[in-house]
Nanobody
Framework: QVQPVESGGGLVQAGGSLRLSCTAS????????LGWFRQAPGKEREFVAA????????YYADSVKGRFTISRDNAKNTLYLQMNSLKPEDTAVYYC???????????????WGQGTQVTVSS
C-alpha cells in the first residue's frame, strides 16, 4: 500500500512562504490522485488542495486559492504544496493523502500521512 510522508513544515512569519513535500513510502503513488488537508487545534480536518494523477485537474479551497499551488512530479514520486502569502489562519498540521480519484472530501482518500506542522506567526 501507499504510505505518504510529509516534510517541509516549520515556522514562518505572516506573508512568508513555505513549500511542503510529500513522498510515498512503499508503493509509488504516481497513479493516485493526491491531496493536501490541514487540521488546526479544535477544528475538523479540512481540504486544502488536490491534484489528479496526471496533473490535468487541480482543486483548491477558496481560502487558499491564489496563494497556494499544488503540484506533483511523478518521476520523483513527490507531491508539493507551495504556500505563499501565509496567514496566521494557515497554521495547522498539514496532511498528504492519496486516493483513487481527485476530490475535495476526506472520503476521497484512502492513505494518509502523519502530518507536518506549519505555524505562521503574526
Amino acid at each position: 500500500q501507499v504510505q505518504p510522508v510529509e516534510s517541509g513544515g516549520g515556522l514562518v512569519q505572516a506573508g512568508g512562504s513555505l513549500r511542503l513535500s510529500c513522498t510515498a513510502s512503499g508503493r509509488t503513488f504516481s497513479t493516485y490522485a493526491l491531496g493536501w488537508f490541514r487540521q488546526a487545534p479544535g477544528k475538523e480536518r479540512e481540504f486544502v488542495a488536490a491534484v489528479s494523477w496526471n496533473s490535468v485537474i487541480t482543486y483548491y479551497a477558496d481560502s487558499v486559492k491564489g496563494r497556494f499551488t499544488i503540484s506533483r512530479d511523478n518521476a520523483k514520486n513527490t507531491l508539493y504544496l507551495q504556500m505563499n502569502s501565509l496567514k496566521p489562519e494557515d497554521t495547522a498540521v498539514y496532511y498528504c493523502a492519496a486516493g483513487p480519484g481527485v476530490g475535495m472530501s476526506r472520503n476521497d482518500y484512502d492513505y494518509w500521512g502523519q502530518g507536518t506542522q506549519v505555524t505562521v506567526s503574526s
